[in-house]
């Protein structure tokens, strides 16, 4: 049986090389933040008849909005975020559309005010600052203090993961980006507390012979099937919606694919190896106290 806690250092490693390169990509060039937190305007049009979403981006280009993002929704409906467009500008725009495409529609005109977008973005640092605090608190008094910071390491992980890969690849980060993160801080904390409840359990019957690197072990093994299924089963769903869905929660999806992932990592190799060494460190300390 493969000793997944005997080799925790290797997939610390692992967890630091995937790490590392969007810490980096951080430090140097951020986040491709999206509208929702620039300020800028969003506008939803829709066509008469299909049109192939390069059409529209030409159109936009030729207008010298060469910065817009669009996103097509089923045929004939886009979504186009710019910076921010006066009501000529809109009119010029629809107009060219008319032009070289044909009929359309302004079913929505919104501009997302710089006040607006630096409030939203400390609010979402915000709920995700609450959400690790209430979390710690919860598995504290549901298991013990040196879990909670294991869990915590764990979701630190994951949040690291997610938003590493996307400013890597510069994907933009919309307020669905958030909503996806603190989801998967959900995903994965369940996750590692359904591990952790096994631990807790064979604690009771641990054997006088038996370390806490093999009871932590047995306790994972014992848990793998359901952590596989269940993120196998999520991972199905996300990819039949990133693949068949709307380009409007193709963001959201994609946070969310990385995350699954990350967090049946972080749960399994991460979560309970990183409280074995808590445990460790915990019993040096008694000896070294003992001897002097």
């Known amino acids: 049986m493969f000793h997944f806690v005997r080799h925790r250092k290797i997939f610390y490693a692992l967890s630091i090389l995937v790490i590392l390169p969007g810490l980096i990509s951080l ?33 936009v280009k030729n207008q010298g909005l060469e910065a817009g993002r669009i996103q097509q929704s089923g045929d004939r409906d886009f979504l186009i975020r710019t910076g921010r467009l006066t009501q000529e500008d809109s009119r010029k725009l629809m107009d060219a ?10 079913l929505r005109n919104e501009y997302v005010d710089p006040i607006i977008s630096t409030e939203l973005f400390w609010k979402a ?13 919860y598995i504290t008094i549901r298991f013990e203090f040196k879990q909670g910071i294991a869990a915590i390491i764990a979701l630190l992980h994951d949040t690291l993961v997610v938003v590493g890969i996307f400013s890597l690849f510069r994907i933009e980060v919309d307020s669905a980006f958030i909503a ?32 806490v690197e093999d ?29 068949l869905g709307g380009a409007t929660i193709k963001t959201f999806v994609l946070a969310m694919l990385i995350g699954v992932a990350s967090g049946a990592y972080s749960s399994i190799f991460n979560a309970s190896p990183v409280w074995v060494d808590l445990k460790l460190m915990e019993k040096r300390g008694r000896k070294q106290a003992a001897r002097a």
């Open 27 to 59: 430090f140097v060039q951020g986040l491709n933040l999206g509208i929702d937190f620039t300020s800028g305007s969003i506008l939803e049009v829709r066509f008469d008849r299909a049109v192939p979403v390069d059409q529209v981006r030409e159109v």
């Open 97 to 106: 559309f008319e032009g070289k495409i044909g009929k359309a529609d302004l």
């Open 125 to 137: 640092l915000g709920a995700l600052s609450i959400a690790s605090v209430l979390m710690v608190i």
């Open 180 to 211: 996806a993160v603190l989801t998967i801080i959900g995903y994965s904390i369940n996750d590692t507390i359904v591990i952790f409840d096994r631990i807790r359990e064979n604690m009771r019957m641990k054997k006088k012979d038996q370390t």
């Open 215 to 243: 009871l932590v072990n047995l306790s994972i093994w014992q848990t793998l099937a359901r952590s596989i299924n269940t993120v196998l089963t999520v991972m199905f769903v996300l990819l039949a919606l990133y693949f």
